[in-house]
């Protein structure tokens, strides 16, 4: 039977590490209310951004950088959204799993040359990536500490640049969409080259049915437009992604934390329960001492 102090600590360790996990939950909760509201604010925006960049490239023959469409994939740059803290569950392996497999089956010819360049936004998939060697290009540990539009315009703004410039041929993110508060979808988008059927298909299934096709006449002209658009479109996209990333975060956080707080509680009864049966066998081995004693006294 296991010492009646030993089960106190262990005890009080547990009241102790509870009051931690509950005060986390709690904290996740008031920051997932603010980045869902952030994240729903976004995306009636940016949805019509994808919509009006769709209809704009439909169609259109200008030379825009952005609008090249490589013969030859030679190099591609994937940005993984990960986070910058732990205590959220499976929010990062489950994601960094889905990466690696994606590497490995549409990836696996680039990452063996060294062509496979990896922007990792947050700690956890800075360290990840490169514990297992992947060619990290650029690193963005600390990114959360403040979620911020034009830090995250940066890094797509360098990205579409070197798309731009033909440094790389193809631009991917990685992030973990918010579906519900204990649920993500993982999901592995391509931003570059851009791909007009995939933006129309998008648009229908967020709004739900197809959209009555209309020739607009554009002023001054669509090229013009296009220059203007086409960037702010590619941060739009990009910074959705943080928001829902971010979002998603909190929420396994939060769930994490719950669980947590769920699992010290079971297992304070548990130890409380063992300590009251140790207790009680204690005092009954003190009692039979007791009577032991006094019935030898008495037989003297």
């Known amino acids: 039977m296991a010492n009646l102090r030993d089960i106190r600590n262990r005890i009080s360790s547990i009241k102790n590490t509870q009051q931690i996990t509950k005060a986390m939950k709690m904290v996740a909760a008031a920051k997932l209310r603010k980045a869902q509201q952030r994240m729903a604010d976004t995306r009636p925006y940016a949805n019509k951004m994808r919509s009006v960049v769709s209809r704009l490239v439909s169609g259109n023959t200008s030379g825009h950088k952005l609008l090249r469409n490589p013969e030859v994939i030679e190099k591609v740059v994937l940005i993984v959204v990960g986070s910058d803290k732990g205590l959220c569950g499976g929010f990062n392996n489950n994601l960094f799993r889905a990466v690696e497999n994606h590497i ?4 696996s010819e680039y990452h063996e040359s060294g062509n496979l360049l990896l922007v990792t936004i947050g700690r956890k998939a800075d360290a ?5 060697k992947y060619n990290v290009a650029d690193s963005y540990p600390g990114f959360f500490d403040n979620v911020d539009y034009d830090r995250t315009a940066e890094i797509m703004e360098k990205a579409s640049g070197q798309f731009a410039e033909g440094a790389v ?3 991917q993110i990685a992030f ?6 204990i649920a993500q979808n993982r999901v592995i988008s391509t931003v ?4 007009t059927g995939n933006l129309d298909s998008e648009n229908e299934a967020e709004e739900g049915k197809l959209v009555e096709f209309v ?3 554009y ?10 658009l086409l960037p702010v479109h590619l941060n739009m996209q990009f910074w959705r992604a943080i928001l829902e990333s971010n979002a998603s975060e909190q929420g ?3 769930a994490a934390m719950d669980n947590a707080t769920e699992n010290a509680k079971e297992l304070e009864q548990e130890l409380s329960l063992k300590y009251n049966q140790a207790r009680q066998s204690a005092i009954t081995t003190e009692l039979s001492e007791i009577v032991s004693g006094a019935a030898a006294l008495e037989g003297s």
């Open 215 to 217: 020739d607009y006449i």
């Open 128 to 132: 990840y990536f490169k514990k297992r």
């Open 169 to 171: 041929d193809k631009v």
């Open 192 to 195: 570059l080259p851009l791909e």
């Open 176 to 181: 973990n969409e918010f579906k519900t508060v």
């Open 219 to 228: 002023e001054p002209s669509v090229d013009f437009i296009l220059a203007k």
């Open 104 to 107: 490995a089956d549409e990836l």
């Open 252 to 254: 396994a956080r939060m």
